[in-house]
Structure formats: C-alpha cells, structure tokens
C-alpha cells in the first residue's frame, strides 16, 4: 500500500495524448502512491497501452497535453534517482536525496532528468520476449544491465532467477523456453534493473491460465520483496483482485471508474456482455476428412514423441470444429497436417475441393497445393508487416491487387466482420501495426485471413490477448462470417469459454490422441483437474 508522503509517487493530471485526429486518452487525472499497485481495466483499443508508454517515458508523444510528474529524490552528487522515501537519506556514492520533480509530459526525450527516470521504470509487455535467444538462461540476466556499463554477478543472477522460480532453467538456452519461462526470465532481467517502478502491460495475454498463474506469482513475489510500485493492465479478474491494491476502469481513452479491484474488475465483465443463443445451423457433407493421422518426432532428451498418434475424424462444411486439450496435447501439430503445412508419419488426411477430395499428405500443385490456396491460417504468433498500413497489410502486402476503392471497400467490410464497427475501421486504413492496441492487431492479423476468402479457416488458440468485450466481439465475428460467407472454421484452443460460445462440436484431444468428439458441454463433462486449470477461466 501507498507510503504516506507530502505528494504522491506519480501525479497525472489532464493528461491527453493524440495520434491525428483520434484522442487515445482524453483528461485522464490519476495519482499513485510509492509502493500502490495499480490496476489498469479496459477493452482493446482503450488506450491502457499508451498509457503505459507514457509512463514509461522513452517515447515521443508529438500530440500530448497535461502532466504527468514524478515526485522523486534526486543524489546531489552523482544524480541517482530513488522513490521520493528517499529524500533526505544518503546516497551509496556520499551524497544526500534532495526532492525533484520530472513532468514526462513536458521534458524533452533526451533531458538528463528524465532519462535518470525512465532507467528506474522497468517494463514487462504481452509479446515482446527480447532476450538473447542462443544464450542460456543466466547469461540473459547478467547482460540486462550492459547498456547501462555496470555489470552483475553470476551470484545476484542466480538469486533473481530464484526470486522469479526459474533456478531449474538456469542453464538452459532461452529459445527452447516455454512462453512463461520466457516471460518470468525477462522479470528477472528487469529485476537486476533494480527498478522503483514496474510496468506490466498485458504480461501473461498470451499465456494460458495455468502458466499465466506462474508469472503472477512471480510477479507479486518480485513486488513484495523489491518493494517496488507497479502498474499492471490485465484482462483477468483475478489479476486484478491478486495484483492490484487499486483498479481504473479506462475507456475510449477516459477513466470510467476507480476503486476496489474486485468491483472494478465485475464492472468491466459487465460491459462485455454475452454471445447471445445461437441459431442452430445446417452444416454440409464433409470437407475435411483424417484417417489413422500420425506424427512422430524424435526428440534427444525424449526419445520417440507421438505428437498426434492414430487420429480420426470429420469436418462438415459450414460448421465450427474445436480442437481442444491441454498445451502440448497435439492440437497444433494436427491442425498443421489439416492445414497442408507438415506431412504427417502415416495416415491420410483429406480436403474437399468442390466435388473432389485432395490428399494433404502429396506434395506439389497437384497435391495438397490445390487444397491450401482456399484454407486460411491464423497462426498464435501471427505477424504483421510493420512498415505497412492496415489497408496495405490487408491488400497488396499479402498480394492482393485490387484498384484502391474496391480494396478499401473489401477490407472495410472484411475488418467489421472481426470486430470493428464501420467507423473504426475507417479510422485504423492508414495506420501502421505499431499504432494499434494488441487486440486490434490480432483483428487486423484474423481480416488478413478472411480477405482472401478462404473456404476454410484455421485459428489457432484466437484469442490469447482478447479481453473480454473483444472476445465476445470476435465471438460474434466468427458466427457472422460463417453465416455470411459459408466459411468452415478450425478452432484450436485451451479456452473452453470461447470454444462453448463457437463452436457446434469439439474434440478433446490428451497426449496426442482423441478422448472425445461431441458438443462442448459434453466434453466439459470429460476434462481433468489439469485440464480444468488450464481450459476453464481463461
């Protein structure tokens, strides 16, 4: 909780940032205490993210009104900055904390004060890992502090990785990291910062519930025992409730509310509302069909690994098809076979192409090459290209020659069919993907898709960084575009809300083969406590 102190840690007041002629956030006014951890709610696009770089104070915002002030002690000697506690107290170098005051909001990018700031806010974000990726584990911790010319020991590495439940994977290489080891190593990197501030945008947003329940911990370990301030946003209610000692509901830009975490976090659950009943649908012969499908890899440290092992079933036309399980329970490598992107071991795979059904497991043109052209895939780690603009991405980028009007027509239309309102989409054509909240680039990335009018369409795990409103809309968006377009879907995922919300069957697949083929609520039934952990309140 907050330190009683003359003036808070961080004090923002009409504060407005905007990109052109949209306002991303109008007059927010919010203060934070040394040592509070706030929570940030909102739906994507709600500005919580610019918010967040705002505060993290190394980027220009040309369009910014307001302030935003942090009330800190400043070394007299040597300029070290610390919480504003400090004041009065001395400094490692001799010298005594005098109080200051640094206004992001005002200071130039490169003004000495902000910058001795900016390198005590340490920030966690929802994709990007930046480690060095063919380095181990340890060697990732001591280069953290590199830039800055000091250095660590492999001892305080060590602790940190201790202090973030990672000393098992010390010596590891960080690219054969899971998401979440990945993520709890970048918090220790941050750790030997040894921040005042911590920003955590979105940190597990792509993580399932079990793993993401992990790095919280961490994350409030790291808090407790560094003592530090932190600004956490978080789709999850139960982040908000564990994390947060106080919660703001953000908007279109503007603080909706603030207060108790538990209150704030039902608040927000609200305005997500619900699906609605779902006509029943009439789905069509079989489109997709895999007989006896196998894939095995070999594997130093495993052996034989049976990725998919002895799996049958069918895909009718028009329907929505969940695959469902556990992480590493198969569900990607299999919607890779059906995508035409891996062979399998053995076993057939089959799609149907008008009246003629296509062996996925022959290569070339004459192959699975006539299949793959109408089946579209949204992979989990989906990119964009950043040095395009939203319309470009959706057009020529991905070679889609149209006269302008009739692409900007098409992907109007195709942007509100995932999610946008006609009016944001228009707002987003001549944006680039860095100006974009992560739930609108997923959209973006899921119109890629779908633009090319695809007859099937492979999501994999759609909605890992979706809050719940975007989810909700995206719900939405996928039985919209089943009914307008005719489209099949293939949805892989471990969020058995959305799969029950979506889909007209599931297969529960555990180490990679079938358990059950029926509608989600029949497979809810057959889950285990492992399974419940990681599938159910995502």
């Known amino acids: 909780m907050g330190i009683d102190t003359l003036a808070p840690f961080i004090e923002i007041k009409d504060l407005t940032v905007r990109f052109g002629d949209l306002e991303v956030l109008s007059n927010v006014n919010l203060e934070i205490e040394e040592g509070e951890s706030v929570g940030i709610l909102g739906r994507s696009g709600a500005g919580k993210s610019v918010l967040m770089h705002v505060l993290r104070g190394v980027e220009v915002f040309p369009d910014i009104s307001g302030s935003v002030v942090y009330h800190i002690a400043i070394c007299d000697r040597c300029g070290y900055v610390e919480p504003p506690s400090r004041v009065g ?76 439940n990672l000393s098992h994977r010390m010596m590891h290489v960080a690219r054969e990291l899971s998401g979440g080891e990945k993520q709890r190593v970048v918090l220790a990197r941050q750790l030997a910062k040894s921040p005042m501030l911590l920003l955590a945008d979105e940190p597990t947003g792509t993580l399932d519930p079990a793993t993401a329940a992990l790095v919280h911990d961490s994350i409030k370990r790291a808090v407790r025992d560094f003592k530090m301030t932190m600004v956490i946003t978080s789709h999850w209610q139960d982040v908000m409730v564990d994390l947060a000692d106080r919660a703001i509901l953000l908007d279109h830009g503007k603080i909706q ?129 950043p040095y395009r603009t939203v319309i470009e991405n959706l057009t020529e980028a991905i070679g889609l020659s149209l006269p302008y009007e009739l692409g900007e027509r098409k992907a109007i239309h195709t942007l509100t069919t995932v999610g946008f309102t006609e009016d944001e989409a228009e707002m987003i054509l001549n944006k680039y993907p860095d100006e974009l909240s992560e739930g609108e680039r997923h959209r973006v990335a899921m119109a890629q898709v779908l633009i090319k009018e695809p007859r099937i369409v492979v999501l994999d795990e759609p909605t890992g960084t979706m809050d719940p409103i975007t989810k909700i809309e995206v719900s939405k968006s996928i039985l919209s575009a089943r009914e307008e377009l005719e489209e099949t879907f293939v949805i892989v995922s471990h969020d058995m809300d959305f799969v029950s919300n979506v889909c007209d069957r599931a297969m529960l697949m555990r180490n990679g083969r079938v358990v059950t083929i029926g509608a989600p609520a029949d497979v809810l039934k057959l889950l285990t406590e492992e399974e419940e952990r990681e599938m159910l309140g995502s």
């Open 257 to 385: 509310a603030i207060g108790d975490p538990r209150k704030i976090a039902d608040q927000f659950i609200a305005m997500a509302g619900e699906v609605g009943k779902r006509e029943p649908v009439a789905v069509g012969e079989p489109i997709i069909r895999a007989v006896n499908l196998s894939k095995r890899y070999i594997s130093i440290d495993r052996g034989v690994v049976k990725a998919v092992d002895n799996v049958s079933f069918e895909v009718y036309e028009r329907e929505i098809f969940g695959i469902v399980g556990v992480s590493g329970g198969g569900k990607t490598t299999l919607s890779k076979i059906i995508s035409g992107l891996i062979t399998p071991t053995s076993g057939f795979a089959f799609v149907r192409v008008g009246d003629e059904w296509v062996d996925m497991t022959l290569l070339g043109a004459d192959g699975r090459g006539r299949a793959t052209k109408y089946i579209g895939v949204l992979h989990q780690e989906y990119t964009l290209y």
């Open 89 to 164: 107290g001395q400094c490692r170098c001799g010298g005594t904390f005098k109080a200051a005051e640094a206004d992001f909001a005002k200071l130039g990018i490169n003004d000495p004060l902000r910058r001795a700031v900016a390198r005590r806010i340490a920030i966690m974000l929802q994709r990007t890992f930046a480690l060095y990726g063919d380095e181990r584990v340890i060697v990732n911790v001591m280069r953290a502090v590199e830039d800055t010319g000091e250095t660590i020991s492999v001892h305080r590495a060590a602790d940190l990785l201790d202090e973030v």
